[in-house]
């Protein structure tokens, strides 16, 4: 399996511009792709991205998706497992980890002060 995403030695990331909301998602939720691209229709590719989310951020509904990921809690809080009223959940800090393979339900999530992850998605 290939996974070329270029070569981009260490450089400074300006870290005001370039996040979005990804598609799906709610508001307070927005992304940055540092590298790779995934190509969901054709179930293909990788990508590297930060993930942030704003204090008082929380989703409602569990997602589920058919690439594996890995996500690394660089800095604030998550709770996973809220209710759809932002309720309840475990709450985790920076320096967490965790793996999922394509197909595992998680969240919904929340971060009370906002949270940095750094996440990869890839295809089998």
Known sequence: ??????????????????????????GGFKQKILAGELD?????????RLLRLDPGTFSTVPFVHDYWEEVFLLSGDLIVGNDAQGNGGEQFRNYTYAVRPPG?????FKSETGCLLLETHYYD
């Open 104 to 108: 595992a339900y998680h969240g919904p």
């Open 40 to 48: 969901e229709m054709s179930k293909r590719g990788n990508r590297t």
């Open 1 to 26: 399996m290939k996974f070329d995403k270029g070569h981009r030695e260490f450089h400074t990331l300006d870290m005001g511009a370039g996040w979005q909301t990804p598609p799906g998602y709610p």
